[in-house]
């Protein structure tokens, strides 16, 4: 069984920063990817960030790039998103997500919510 604790989600004023992390626990072996999807309301779950674990290579959706950084501590099996420049249409329930072997998990879920 595979657990994925997300933590750090909350409100900030347009501009601001936020980080997420993503802690993966319980049966992790050979992970594929990690990243990070949202869902803004009436709205279908889009990809926000994934980096693949073995070797890094990193892909952003184009309203993030220059504004969100993902990263990675391979060894707690951890994906961080760095958020700065927050805009009012970041606002969502942003979901972590692990690719390993056939198998897709995801985590329940962390409001963000940017507004003044």
């Known amino acids: 069984q595979v657990q994925l604790v997300e933590s750090g989600g909350g409100s900030v004023q347009p501009g601001g920063s936020l980080r997420l992390s993503c802690a993966a626990s319980?049966?992790?072996?050979?992970?594929?990817?990690m990243g990070w999807f949202r869902q803004a309301p009436g709205k279908q779950r889009e990809l926000v960030a994934t980096i693949i674990w073995d070797g890094g290579s990193i892909n952003y959706v184009d309203p993030v790039k220059g504004r969100f950084t993902i990263s990675r501590d391979n060894a707690k099996n951890t994906v961080y998103l760095q958020m700065n420049s927050l805009k009012r249409e970041d606002t969502a329930v942003y979901f972590c997500?692990?690719?390993?072997?056939?198998?897709?998990?995801w985590g329940q879920g962390t409001q963000i919510t940017v507004s003044s």
């Open positions: 997500y692990l690719k390993m072997g056939w198998n897709d998990y």
């Open positions: 319980g049966s992790i072996f050979n992970i594929a990817r």
